[in-house]
């Protein structure tokens, strides 16, 4: 008989067939890689998704895709709700990707994960939960939310710049209710008490720039477009942003690139810089 798990996946990869693949292009996923890679940055934070149905054959491509791209020193990643469609077998799955989803702290659990580079701290979180049909939520949790906490003082203590990676975005109302974290109130409670320089987020397909109010200064909450998606007329086009972080006058200044798809030209380019506020 047919369990709900997998007359859902039936359900998306028939939306793949139907609809999806035509929006998300590999050659745009692959122009938009070789744009980052010409760019050199020090450090790549992927939010994820990276697969439709959490199928085992999507993940060994997708591995195949982020280690051509870079290895797990490079790039950072987080899973979304698609990496966790149905339950799965972790080793052959998002255990693949271990490599960019290690610890730089001694820890006993796998999340947040913790990557120092210099002086910026990257803290990823892992919010992808098996949902029933047509739900796209998730959830960070309260043992990972007490860890997060503990993390964040403790980074803040060492003086580092933290960035947050999460998957959905990490506060009520920057997602639909059925595309939501179902923590979303406690993850903002929890980032407004402890602080955090930055916070990266995917999911919602879109350009996004939301401020959450800490006693540490102004948190920005980022959401990118996809990175595969082609000209639609209900998402963002295809793009990915360059954050440029210094430390000058005891203050942090992030500057932000967004690199975009032209694809009337089939290339990438350059479509808005700004700055974020300064923090102490
Ligand atoms: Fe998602």
Not at 54 to 75: C, H, M, P, T, V
């Amino acid at each position: 008989m047919l369990n709900d798990f997998a007359f859902k996946r039936i359900i998306g990869a028939l939306s793949w067939k139907w609809h999806r693949r035509h929006i998300h292009l590999p050659e745009v996923a692959t122009a938009l890689r070789a744009d980052i890679q010409a760019a050199s940055p020090n450090h790549i934070a992927f939010t994820g998704d990276l697969t439709n149905i959490a199928a085992e054959s999507e993940f060994i491509q997708g591995e195949r895709w982020l280690k051509d791209f870079g290895d797990g020193n490079l790039i950072s990643f987080t899973p979304g709700n698609h990496d966790a469609y149905v339950p799965i077998s972790w080793d052959r799955t998002i255990g693949r990707l271990n490599a960019y989803m290690s610890s730089d702290m001694r820890q006993t659990e796998s999340f947040p994960f913790v990557r120092l580079r210099r002086n910026i701290a990257l803290i990823g979180l892992n919010t992808a939960q098996p949902q029933k049909l047509l739900s796209a939520g998730g959830a960070v949790g309260p043992a990972q939310r007490q860890r997060l906490a503990d993390q964040l003082r403790t980074l803040r203590e060492r003086g580092f710049y933290r960035v947050v990676m999460i998957h959905h975005p990490p506060a009520p109302g920057l997602a639909l209710p059925i595309r939501s974290l179902s923590d979303a109130a406690e993850m903002k409670d929890l980032l407004e008490s402890e602080g955090a320089e930055l916070v990266l987020h995917g999911h919602n397909h879109e350009h996004s720039l939301n401020f959450l109010e800490s006693k540490f200064g102004q948190i920005p909450i980022v959401g990118v477009p996809s990175a595969s998606m082609t000209k639609t007329s209900q998402h963002d086009i295809a793009a990915w942003n360059l954050y440029s972080i210094t430390r000058s006058k005891s203050q942090w200044h992030t500057n932000v690139k967004i690199r975009q798809w032209n694809a009337d030209i089939k290339q990438m380019e350059n479509q808005n810089a700004f700055d974020l506020p300064p923090r102490s």
